[in-house]
């Protein structure tokens, strides 16, 4: 009888995980109701929540990506939020700040703290970059602890918790670039492409039939996972074997890039480590147990490239930093 209690027990975690990746792939059905052509960024989103990592997309204005994360919000029923980062924009208004308001008896007036847009499960901080450091700054505890100080009290944020930051690559006036340590913050980049003709040929025939990108539950979008199920999915994605052969491919090519005469900044150790946690993730994703080295050269690119540091003699000659990241992952061999 006990042993058959233990059985069930054990076979409950599986079931749930099973479950939670056959909501996850109805996930991604729902967001393609109203996002066309962006695959590839939701695969990321998805990779990004089941690691408690983040995610900065670029791409320019008009590729979806605002309503990619509320659409994938609506799809997972969770909480998001969106803040337009501008010049003027204060710490505080992203973390919370303490306000004067009055006691519940009306009697005196008491500092209380007025939380930001921060306390949500999704973020969406739409162009980073056009804020100050100081101002950018103020997500790193968030995005690192999962909590924020404010007058000397830590509080933590909701879980999930994932910021989905944009940024546009036209408009340099203006801007103030990520610092390297926020940079090293994001599990992946994402870029997201404007769409081929025939995604755009979809796209604007769902608007001639009358489809409004401001009401999701109109276009169909509907809640088909949770943040129980995403809690499953990160178990999951937490017990997929990395043979040592793949930790050593991992390591060979972060140190590939150190090498690199192009780059004054390599891949660090918490770079490499973001690029297993985000193939395991990416094997769960498609119904595996272990990481392949394809799992791998597959996230790369999004996990990578955004933590390298050109030398100021090649970007004068044009070197592009994804050029130089594929060179080195190439110059790796493949176990096998």
């Given at each position: 009888?006990?042993d058959?209690?233990?059985?069930?027990?054990?076979?409950?975690?599986?079931?749930a995980?099973?479950?939670?990746r056959?909501r996850?792939?109805?996930?991604?059905?729902?967001?393609?109701?109203?996002?066309?052509?962006?695959?590839?960024?939701?695969?990321?989103?998805?990779?990004?929540?089941?690691c408690?990592g983040?995610v900065?997309?670029?791409?320019?204005?008009?590729?979806?990506?605002?309503?990619?994360?509320?659409?994938?919000?609506?799809?997972?029923?969770?909480?998001?939020?969106?803040?337009?980062?501008?010049?003027?924009?204060?710490?505080?208004?992203?973390t919370?700040?303490?306000?004067?308001?009055?006691?519940?008896?009306?009697?005196?007036?008491?500092?209380?703290?007025?939380?930001?847009?921060?306390?949500?499960?999704?973020?969406?901080?739409?162009?980073?970059?056009?804020t100050?450091?100081?101002?950018q700054?103020?997500l790193?505890?968030?995005?690192?602890?999962?909590q924020?100080?404010?007058?000397?009290?830590?509080?933590?944020?909701?879980?999930?918790?994932?910021v989905?930051?944009?940024?546009?690559?036209?408009?340099?006036?203006?801007?103030?670039?990520?610092?390297?340590?926020?940079?090293?913050?994001f599990?992946l980049?994402?870029?997201?492409?404007?769409?081929?003709?025939?995604?755009?040929?979809?796209?604007?025939?769902?608007?001639?039939?009358?489809?409004?990108?401001?009401?999701?539950?109109?276009?169909?979008?509907?809640?088909?996972?949770?943040?129980?199920?995403?809690?499953?999915?990160?178990?999951?994605?937490?017990?997929?074997t990395v043979s040592?052969?793949?930790?050593?491919?991992?390591?060979?090519i972060?140190?590939?890039?150190?090498?690199?005469?192009?780059?004054?900044?390599?891949?660090?150790?918490?770079?490499?480590?973001?690029l297993?946690?985000?193939?395991?993730?990416?094997?769960?994703?498609?119904?595996?147990?272990?990481?392949?080295?394809?799992?791998?050269?597959?996230?790369?690119?999004a996990t990578?490239?955004h933590?390298?540091?050109l030398?100021?003699?090649?970007e004068?000659?044009?070197v592009?930093?994804?050029?130089?990241?594929?060179?080195?992952?190439?110059?790796?061999p493949?176990?096998?």
């Open positions: 009888m006990i058959d209690q233990q059985q069930a027990q054990q076979q409950d975690p599986q079931q995980q099973h479950q939670a056959e996850l792939t109805q996930v991604r059905s729902e967001v393609a109701k109203v996002v066309v052509g962006q695959d590839a960024a939701v695969s990321g989103l998805l990779v990004a929540l089941l408690g983040h900065l997309m670029e791409g320019v204005p008009g590729v979806a990506k605002t309503l990619l994360v509320r659409a994938l919000a609506q799809a997972l029923s969770v909480d998001t939020r969106r803040v337009q980062f501008t010049p003027d924009l204060m710490p505080g208004d992203i919370g700040s303490m306000v004067v308001s009055q006691s519940p008896d009306g009697a005196r007036t008491e500092l209380t703290f007025r939380e930001g847009p921060v306390f949500t499960h999704l973020l969406l901080a739409d162009e980073i970059n056009r100050p450091p100081k101002t700054s103020a790193l505890e968030a995005m690192e602890e999962g924020v100080s404010v007058d000397g009290v830590t509080r933590p944020l909701p879980r999930p918790f994932l989905a930051a944009t940024q546009n690559p036209v408009e340099y006036e203006g801007t103030y670039p990520l610092p390297e340590a926020q940079l090293d913050r599990l980049k994402m870029v997201l492409p404007v769409p081929e003709r025939d995604a755009e040929l979809e796209i604007l025939t769902r608007h001639a039939a009358g489809f409004d990108p401001r009401d999701l539950a109109a276009a169909g979008v509907r809640p088909v996972a949770g943040a129980d199920d995403l809690q499953a999915a990160a178990a999951g994605a937490a017990s997929v040592p052969e793949v930790v050593a491919y991992v390591v060979d972060a140190r590939a890039t150190r090498r690199s005469p192009s780059l004054q900044t390599g891949v660090s150790p918490r770079g490499a480590t973001a297993m946690r985000a193939a395991r993730a990416w094997a769960w994703l498609n119904g595996r147990d272990f990481v392949t080295p394809d799992d791998v050269k597959a996230l790369a690119q990578l490239v933590r390298l540091t030398r100021p003699e090649a004068l000659e044009g592009d930093a994804s050029a130089v990241l594929a060179s080195a992952v190439g110059s790796v493949v176990p096998r």
